[in-house]
Structure formats: C-alpha cells, structure tokens
T-cell receptor, first 114, second 114 residues
Framework: SAVISQKPSRDICQRGTSLTIQCQVD?????MFWYRQQPGQSLTLIAT?????????ESGFVIDKFPISRPNLTFSTLTVSNMSPEDSSIYLC???????????FGPGTRLTVL | AQSVAQPEDQVNVAEGNPLTVKCTYS??????LFWYVQYPNRGLQFLLK??????LVKGSYGFEAEFNKSQTSFHLKKPSALVSDSALYFC????????????FGTGTRLQVFP
C-alpha cells in the first residue's frame, strides 16, 4: 500500500486568488489522480497526472483553471486558479492503481473560497 | 461506457445485525470492481476488490462482497454491524477502456444504531 499526504489540509481563500495543493506519496507510482468532492457527495475526477507527460483533463476541467505539475514519481501539485466561491470543495489526490490494483487516497484538502 | 449505481442514499441497521450496501455495474468487458469507505473528514480507504476468481471477496474490517455476474451486482456485506461502521461507502469500477481511472458511484451513507 501507499501512504499519501496532502498540504494544506484546509484553507480559506479570497475570491480571485490561487491555491496550490501538494500531494506526496511515500513510494514511486506511475499514475496520480486529482478529484473534487463536495462534502457527503461522490468524487469527480479532475485529471490524471503521469510523470513526464501532460496531465489528462476530464470533461469540464481545463488546464488554465487547474494546472497540474508532476515533476517526479512521488509528487504532484494541483493549483486552483482565479478562485470563486463555486470552487469551495474538498480536493483529493490518489495514487497507484493500474488495472488490477486499488488506488490509495490522501486525506484531502478542504478549500473554502469567500 | 463503464458505470456503477448505488441505489440507496442511506442504509440504516441496528448494531449486531447483518448489513448490505448495494452496487450494480455496467461494463464492456471484464469488470474490475472496488469498494471504498470514507469516515468523516477523512480520505477514502480501500476495503476490497474483485478482479477475477472467487465470487466472494473478503476485505478489511470484516467486510466482504459478492460478485454476481448474472445480476451485474457487487454488494458489500458484513455479518454483524458495528456502530463504528457508520460512514460513507463508495462502489467503483475501473475504466479499462480509457485511462485506468476509477468511476465512482454516488455513495451510500451507512448508519448503524446502537
């Protein structure tokens, strides 16, 4: 299994600013994923981040709004740009999970935009 | 397209009674199915998976799930519920056609009453 940490655990931000969320894995993984979750609701995949290539974004999510970096096999960042109150959510990263194996999740970052 | 459905938003059960959380799936090809649990203010924790083999899969915390191909179901079960099992449960299917991402159901809130 993989242990995943995220920073910050929560933040309160002003409209129009940007926040970068960090995700650290304790072992090397090929695939990392970023999700958004409203409290008590299901997860929505934002993008898949593979090391050495551009992130693949899901429908409704664009790189200008959610730029992602994946500089090595243990680390990724997600930036939420030009934030609005609608971006208030929990952001989760996950790692691992080739076809036959499970993904492991970080504890999440709770973002509130005022 | 791959998808999973969790028909119940909430399941209530008395402590000590058996519990079932339902999940049905729709896939093209072989299904790779997963169950996750989310406790309040925490990330998702992996419970169990079905890839191939025995239809009854055993997982963490005494949970098990039964894969039923004819009914396209993968219900989560536990013989004797604990109050501490109260949480949000997600069924997921692997999108093997696309990027190996997980596609999550809408979640079922399990409430175990003392």
């Amino acid at each position: 299994s993989a242990v995943i940490s995220q920073k910050p655990s929560r933040d309160i931000c002003q409209r129009g600013t940007s926040l970068t969320i960090q995700c650290q894995v304790d072992s090397q993984v090929t695939m990392m994923f970023w999700y958004r979750q409203q409290p008590g609701q299901s997860l929505t995949l934002i993008a898949t981040a593979n090391q050495g290539s551009e992130a693949t974004y899901e429908s409704g999510f664009v790189i200008d709004k959610f730029p992602i970096s994946r500089p090595n096999l243990t680390f990724s960042t997600l930036t939420v740009s030009n934030m609005s109150p609608e971006d208030s959510s929990i952001y989760l990263c996950s790692a691992g999970g080739d076809t036959y194996n499970e993904q492991f999740f970080g504890p999440g970052t709770r973002l509130t935009v005022l | 397209a791959q998808s999973v459905a969790q028909p119940e938003d909430q399941v209530n059960v008395a402590e000590g009674n058996p519990l079932t959380v339902k999940c049905t799936y729709s896939v093209s090809g072989n299904p790779y199915l997963f169950w996750y649990v989310q406790y309040p203010n925490r990330g998702l924790q992996f419970l169990l998976k079905y890839i191939t083999g025995d239809n009854l899969v055993k997982g963490s915390y005494g949970f098990e799930a039964e894969f039923n191909k004819s009914q396209t179901s993968f219900h989560l079960k536990k013989p004797s519920a604990l109050v501490s099992d109260s949480a949000l449960y997600f069924c997921a299917v692997r999108d093997i056609v696309g990027t190996d991402k997980l596609i999550f159901g809408t979640g079922t809130r399990l409430q175990v009453f003392p």
